[in-house]
């Protein structure tokens, strides 16, 4: 499902309320749970509606050493505490590159967490757990991106596009491993 449907979400922007429903329908079927169905669809929304732009970018379109001026993207997680956070461990001027692979874990983890807490409501930590390791999935996916740049999966191809496949696999693995873990 994730694997077109992220793809699908990164070219049109409507294909991100898509996802919510289906998440919220899934959750429903497995949970019985009108409440928590569509608290974790709307999560879905609210976890994706922040910027990546930049360190998706510079991951999925850059050989570390050869990424872009960091003040080119000063602003990007600096509302969020994303910024501040990635900025502890590198300094964006000094380490573009390694900034980009924290930032974007933090914002992966931002991205799933909405999605995953009305979950732990009924499956305890393992919804969090799922969501962390899908935080922490985000940039392997975008650097894997780039390693594989070259490939051609229909129309699509590039970094960027190949990362949003990437990710979505990576998506629907933690979709079925969530559901068996649930329902089992």
């Given amino acids: 499902m994730f694997t077109i449907l992220n793809r699908l979400r990164g070219t049109w922007s409507w294909c991100s309320k898509v996802i919510g429903m289906l998440i919220a329908i899934a959750v429903h079927l497995v949970s019985d749970n009108y409440y928590v169905s569509i608290a974790s669809g709307l999560g879905y929304l609210l976890g ?66 909405p999605v995953a807490l009305p979950l732990a409501y009924l499956y305890g930590i393992t919804p969090i757990l799922i969501a962390l390791v899908l935080g922490l999935l985000f940039p392997l996916a975008a650097i894997l991106g780039y390693r594989y740049r070259n490939i051609k999966i229909g129309k699509w191809t590039g970094g960027w596009e190949i990362q949003e496949l990437i990710y979505g696999a990576m998506q629907d693995i933690a979709l079925v491993i969530g559901v068996l873990i649930w329902v089992g």
């Fill in 48 to 113: 994706e509606s922040m910027g990546w732009g930049a360190w998706v970018g510079t991951l999925s379109c850059y050989a570390k050493g050869r990424e872009p001026n960091s003040t080119k993207y000063d602003d990007e997680g600096k509302s969020n505490g994303i910024y501040w956070l990635a900025s502890k461990l590198y300094d964006p001027i000094k380490d573009w590159y390694n900034f980009c692979i924290i930032a974007l874990a933090v914002r992966g983890v931002y991205w799933w967490i």
